[in-house]
């Protein structure tokens, strides 16, 4: 809706949400001083079986034209060397040479933000999508195989409160980030969210049919769900700075028909498969590690090159930063 239908660049029916080959977890990844940010990330993607299996396939370099660095391309060699290799951790060389070209904020050796990361390398991933499509129309890059996975669109619907007009607008998004200030739970977050908010003055609406500045509520829903989805817990107080160490819980299976704009119908249902956590008591020091489901249906903890298998009840009990969650 309010979008052109776009021409398709790559077919959805070559995404499989499962994974082809069922294999025990692959190597950890050595730490080079203060990569931590970089290894977490990387290893939520390696374990995102869409992506996962999309990179094995050699479907991207098969094909692929650029000249000099692709980020799609550094990714199918990594989750290939990670899934393959027989040693217990593999450095991720090619990523660290070419970080400038994930994220020009990030500086070889330095702490950086895993989130931050993590949507500068899938907007990389996107852009390696695009390379010689670049006159392509809006409706059109949305299709790319990273937007196919972790894309969706949210539906902001404002009504005036006068004469009850709305007016919708429609916004792509990679990722989702939530404020936990006020939250116990992740389902309470999305359930504030979805919660219809009168606008203030400064937002002052003016309706198209009263013809006049009127006092209107804005209410945003998830319009279409991405069969990824990625949620960023904020822990930095956007007042103070000061980290927000305390615990939200999350469940191992999220239902997102209450969050919808069509709230009707099957249940949504999504699995959790990996999760970041922060260690620290600032946001701008410390350490993160992260937690993911193999293709064999285990979880294992990963801190840098140690990979130690855990159970479901660790994974659920920590301070997550970020969580993944697979239709």
């Not at 400038?100 to 895993?114: C, L, P, S, V």
Request: glycine share 6%; aromatic share 10%.
């Amino acid at each position: 809706e309010g979008m052109a239908l776009p021409q398709r660049i790559f077919p959805p029916e070559k995404i499989c949400m499962d994974w082809q080959q069922r294999q025990r977890p692959g190597a950890g990844l050595c730490n080079l001083g203060s990569t931590c940010y970089i290894n977490v990330i990387l290893q939520c993607l390696t374990y995102t079986p869409p992506l996962a299996n999309y990179l094995l396939s050699y479907e991207h370099s098969q094909s692929c034209q650029q000249q000099g660095f692709c980020m799609m391309c550094t990714m199918e060699a990594h989750v290939r060397k990670v899934l393959c290799s027989s040693a217990s951790a593999i450095l991720p060389g090619a990523v660290l040479r070419d970080l400038k070209f994930i994220g020009e904020e990030f500086e070889y050796g330095r702490q950086e933000n895993a989130y931050e990361f993590l949507r500068c390398t899938l907007k990389a991933m996107h852009r390696a999508c695009l390379s010689g499509r670049r006159h392509l129309d809006v409706s059109s890059q949305e299709t790319t195989i990273v937007r196919q996975i972790f894309g969706g669109f949210m539906k902001s619907r404002v009504t005036c409160l006068s004469c009850q007009a709305v007016v919708d607008s429609y916004k792509a998004f990679l990722d989702v980030s939530l404020d936990i200030r006020a939250a116990s739970s992740l389902t309470t977050v999305l359930e504030d969210c979805v919660t219809p908010k009168q606008l203030d003055q400064k937002e002052c609406f003016r309706c198209s049919k009263c013809k006049k500045k009127a006092a209107a509520s804005k209410k945003v829903t998830v319009h279409r769900a991405p069969r990824v989805l990625t949620l960023c817990l904020e822990r930095a107080d956007q007042w103070t700075g000061t980290k927000i160490s305390k615990f939200v819980e999350y469940p191992e299976y999220l239902d997102l028909r209450p969050y919808m704009s069509d709230t009707a119908g099957e249940p949504l249902l999504c699995s959790l498969y990996a999760i970041v956590v922060h260690s620290g008591d600032t946001c701008l020091e410390g350490h993160f590690l992260c937690y993911t489901k193999a293709s064999n249906g285990l979880w294992y903890k990963m801190d840098d090159e140690s990979v130690d298998n855990c159970d479901i009840h660790t994974v659920l009990g920590q301070q997550a930063y970020l969580l993944f969650y697979a239709r």
